[in-house]
């Protein structure tokens, strides 16, 4: 469990286009995570909506390759609503700099520290992105290196 989530609902692709329980139009999204050094691999990514999008945003786990794909309400729906969200990437790296599981706890790896560099990994992040009502393929580009292995 990471950020209060069960992440086996990641062992599947989740493409699926609908509503959650809040009765909100979702689409499906593949995404990827990048940074000057490659995929961010392991990482979580959380959406935030920005003003005129509805939701509460969306969070999603990314897979060795930095591919991810998101859930975006309590009952765990698929995908996002259309619009436009600030975007925050974290990835925990042991203290010697290699990348955890995406599933790990800092209380397992207390010397653990974040590897996606301010602001990229904060609420203040730069990082924006527009989600059309087709959905579809989502790039997430930091423009610097992560500190992971």
């Known amino acids: 469990m990471r950020n209060g989530i069960q992440w086996t609902a990641y062992s599947a692709v989740l493409l699926a286009i609908g509503c959650g329980g809040d009765g909100l139009t979702r689409v499906g999204i593949e995404g990827e995570l990048l940074a000057q050094n490659g995929p ?3 990482a979580t990514v959380q959406l935030i ?25 309590r009952d765990q729906a698929a995908g996002l609503p259309p619009g436009k969200y600030r975007v925050r990437v ?37 990082l924006e992105v527009s989600i059309t009502d087709a959905g579809g393929q989502v790039t997430i580009e930091i423009p610097i290196k992560t500190l992971g292995k």
């Open 40 to 42: 961010i691999a392991n």
């Open 49 to 73: 909506p920005q003003a005129g999008t509805v939701g509460e945003g969306a969070i999603g786990l990314a897979d060795s390759s930095g591919k991810f794909t998101v859930i975006s309400s």
């Open 90 to 126: 974290s990835q925990m790296i042991d203290k010697d700099g290699t990348v955890l599981p995406g599933d790990a706890i800092q209380a397992d790896y207390p010397f653990s520290r974040e590897g996606v560099p301010p602001p990229y990994s904060t609420l203040e992040s730069p």
